[in-house]
């Protein structure tokens, strides 16, 4: 079976949540990435040194400069003709290019899978992954999304894949790209992150949110997360959000601060090594997948833990 991923990059490095669906798709058969973009030379060489990588398809136009879903699905749909499965991490990107390649195929998406089975069978959460289903398809072309954080992330380099340029399809003149406003932020990414401090809505106002999350994190060398609820409420922006319809996360430790556990958050990120919560409500269905608890007034605990760090 040759597979076809979807390459992520910030125009000039290969994302983390490529390496975690190029070792998914390495359970398929043979691995051939999907370039897209303007001036992705670098990136094609990046993504040819990943081990396991047998081809890196190029596609190098105006019209995918942004990445526009629009403009990409159809590039896909073609190269589906010589592929029997794509694969895209389960990002905002992603999740914005594979159910146009499947309308475009004909097929059934299957999102998020967490393992593969088989060359026809899936697991996937369900019910904000309370439960776990196992799906089979009989379609004979796959498009699958990722839950990367449930896969082991692919050598970066040792790989000698051979990079091959396509012809493009052009701009579909379906949508246009008219700006984006990027946040600068010195610490890590929240979805590669090794720690992750998060805040819920008990932290009161954005104030205190950034006065007692941002100098533990800062310590601990950690993302800033931060609850719907907190995101909601205005104390963090939106792209802080950890949770089902936020980010999913896997980092080695999870800290999360006036956080009550509600099942949406627990989604994202209950696959965390070790989960350390604080909270003063000693009830909080946080606790329940907490590997340290701490029963306190944040307030005062969160200060004292930074001063001890």
């Not at 597979?3 to 390495?26: I, R, S």
């Not at 696959?271 to 003063?280: L, Q, T, Y």
């Amino acid at each position: 079976m040759k597979t076809l991923v979807w390459v992520e990059h910030d125009g000039g490095t290969v994302k983390d949540t490529t390496l975690a669906t190029v070792t998914a798709a390495a359970k398929l058969g043979e691995v051939h990435l999907i370039v897209v973009g303007q001036g992705v030379d670098g990136v094609a060489q990046a993504a040819a040194e990943i081990a396991g990588v047998g081809k890196v398809h190029v596609a190098d136009d105006a019209a995918y400069a942004n990445a526009l879903a629009e403009n990409v699905a159809p590039l896909i749909a073609e190269l589906m003709g010589h592929h029997d499965a794509f694969l895209a991490p389960s990002t905002t990107t992603g999740k914005n290019i594979a159910p146009r390649v499947a309308a475009l195929i004909d097929v059934m998406q299957i999102s998020d899978i967490l393992s593969v089975e088989g060359p026809d069978s899936f697991t996937r959460p369900i019910y904000a992954g309370n439960a776990i289903a196992t799906v089979k398809t009989s379609d004979t072309k796959l498009v699958l999304t990722v839950r990367t954080t449930a896969f082991e992330k692919a050598a970066a380099e040792g790989g000698s894949g051979t990079i091959e340029a396509i012809p493009t399809t052009g701009d579909a003149a379906k949508s246009r790209f008219v700006g984006a406003e990027k946040a600068e932020n010195a610490r890590p990414e929240l979805t590669s992150a090794k720690v992750i401090v998060s805040g819920g809505r008990a932290l009161g106002s954005e104030e205190q949110f950034h006065a007692l999350i941002d100098p533990l994190a800062d310590k601990l060398g950690a993302a800033v997360g931060a609850s719907r609820a907190a995101v909601d409420a205005g104390y963090a922006p939106n792209d802080y959000q950890v949770g089902q319809t936020g980010k999913i996360v896997a980092p080695e430790v999870y800290v999360a601060v006036g956080i009550s556990g509600a099942i949406q958050h627990l989604a994202g990120m209950k696959d965390s090594k070790v989960i350390v919560a604080i909270n003063k409500d000693e009830d909080a269905p946080i606790f329940q997948v907490a590997d340290i608890g701490l029963v306190g007034d944040l307030f005062t605990v969160v200060p004292e833990l930074t001063d001890k760090v």
